[in-house]
Every structure is written in C-alpha cells, then in structure tokens.
C-alpha cells in the first residue's frame, strides 16, 4: 500500500466557480485545464500509466520542467491527481488521479473520439477507436479498473 498522506495541504482545497471569472460552466473547465499542457498529463496518467515526474518529462510533446511543475501542483490542489511518497524510492512521488480525476474518462474518452473522426494523423491505436466505437462503456470500465489496480500505480 502507498503512503497515501499528501504534502501540499491545500491539496482538498476546493475549487470552485467561485475561483473563477464567472460561474459558466465552461469557463470553469477553461480555468480548470485551459492550456495546452494539463490535459496532456491527465491523458498520461488516465492511458499511459506514468505515474513519476520523469515519465511526464519523456512525452512526445516536450514539456519544460518548470511548466509541468506548475501544472502538477495545479492540478493537486484543485483535487485532480494526489502525490504520494514512492515506497520503492522515497526520494520520488507517485502521481495517480483521484476519483474526480477519473469522472474525467468520459470527456477525455470523447476528445479521443472527436479527433480521431477529424485529424488523419491521429497517433491514437486504431483498435482504441474501434473500441470507442463499438463498446465505449466497456473500454471505459477497463480503464478504471486498470487505474484502481495497485500495480498500475
């Protein structure tokens, strides 16, 4: 079992519209995962399976230490992902979502989607789209059950 307590005490702060600019919906999910970089480390934990701040380092994509920094932070304090000590190398912390993290799944399993009909170089598995297509609840709850697996943390 991991060591579950958390070092960020805001980390169970809520957020909410009231933080936000309005309270429209989608301006909260703007102000949420509004950049080009947070949903991006939602879909590495949700479908890749990294869970350390190296693993986030090595995506296709680049990010800079100092970005994904922030949006880890970011991202645990508004209740989106927990940190937790390594038990197998206590110098370094586990990432894994919460279950507001997971309530993403069906957003992000819809992003998949959307692209996958639109962009002609999508890099997403076929056999992931063909899965969305034909039993996406199925798929869905595969996910899950790998993200609540020990093994997967």
């Known amino acids: ?36 970089w947070t949903l991006l480390v939602i879909r590495d934990l949700m479908f890749k399976g990294k869970r350390h701040y190296g693993d986030f380092l090595a995506s296709e994509e680049k990010i800079s230490t100092n970005i994904l920094a922030d949006r880890l932070q970011r991202l645990e304090e508004r209740g989106v992902i927990n940190k937790t000590i390594d038990p197998n190398n206590r110098s370094k912390f586990i990432y894994s979502l919460t279950q507001k993290g997971k309530d993403l799944l069906p957003v992000m399993l819809e992003i998949t989607a959307w692209s996958g009909r639109y962009d002609s170089l999508t890099n997403t598995p076929k056999w992931f789209l063909q899965a969305l297509k034909e039993d996406k609840a199925g798929l869905a709850s595969k996910i899950l059950s790998e993200l609540d697996e020990p093994s997967s943390k």
């Open 1 to 36: 079992m991991y060591f579950t307590s958390t070092f960020n005490d805001n980390a169970h702060m809520e957020f909410n519209s009231k933080d936000c600019r309005s309270n429209c919906p989608i301006n909260f999910i703007l102000e949420t995962f509004g950049d080009k």
